[in-house]
């Protein structure tokens, strides 16, 4: 079962380094989203892509973060310049190209700004 | 915009008995509505989702939810609770529009259910 792969699983930065993750969605999903989520709170969203096209970006995009789906495959979300209130659960999620598809979870990746 | 609240942020129930996690939704348009389950450290995974037709839907490890559009409400629900079910519960809308700030699932704070051996 390929699903969908998050990496690093885990990463601990100090606060105004660089960080990219990377995420593998299932490969005949050409829909690609990018979430966020706290402790105690439910998966907020970032940004959306329709194979490269980045077509939605939430508000909590700040001009730090940056999302790349170059080839219509993989996705990279990068934060520059990591501040505390970073810290979070990075969760990534394809689906199919229909409304009403479910969206496919990676298992995310954990970032700690120290 | 679009909203789902989940009211209880704790269920607690014992093994063998029914469980309900409950999830009220608002939408401008017609809702598509998701459950889905986090264990921890782990992502979300999908159990069940309601599009259209028959108001109860039936999903993944036996559980169901109900749609009720005079309430707004799409209550998760399960006959016999098992140990196993523990877990962190999400229930998440879409405008079935699909238009603007519609595209992305809005997903509530989830609801922790412990199930008591």
């Known amino acids: 079962d390929t699903g969908v792969s998050q990496d690093p699983r885990h990463k601990i930065t100090k606060r105004g380094q660089n960080v990219t993750f990377r995420c593998d969605p299932i490969s005949e999903h050409n829909r690609l989203y990018w979430y966020r989520q706290t402790l105690g709170q439910g998966p907020e969203f970032l940004t959306y892509?329709?194979?490269?096209?980045?077509?939605?970006k939430s508000r909590l995009l700040s001009d730090r973060f940056s999302a790349e789906r170059p080839k219509g495959s993989f996705s990279t979300l990068e934060i520059q310049r990591t501040e505390q209130g970073d810290s979070a659960m990075y969760l990534c999620?394809?689906?199919?190209?229909?409304?009403?598809?479910?969206?496919?979870f990676g298992n995310g990746t954990r970032l700690t700004v120290t | 915009a679009q909203s789902v609240a989940q009211p209880e942020d704790q269920v607690n129930v014992a093994e063998g008995n029914p469980l309900t996690v409950k999830c009220t939704y608002s939408v401008s348009g017609n809702p598509y509505l998701f459950w889905y389950v986090q264990y921890p450290n782990r992502g979300l995974q999908f159990l069940l989702k309601y599009i259209t037709g028959d108001n109860l839907v039936k999903g993944s490890y036996g559980f169901e939810a109900e749609f009720n559009k005079s309430q707004t409400s799409f209550h998760l629900k399960k006959p016999s609770a098992l140990v196993s079910d523990s877990a962190l519960y999400f229930c998440a809308v879409r405008d079935a529009a699909f238009s603007g700030s519609a595209r992305q699932l809005t997903f509530g704070s989830g609801t922790q259910l412990t199930v008591l051996p």
């Open positions: 892509f329709q194979n490269e096209a980045q077509l939605e």
């Open positions: 999620a394809s689906s199919l190209d229909r409304v009403n598809s479910p969206l496919h």
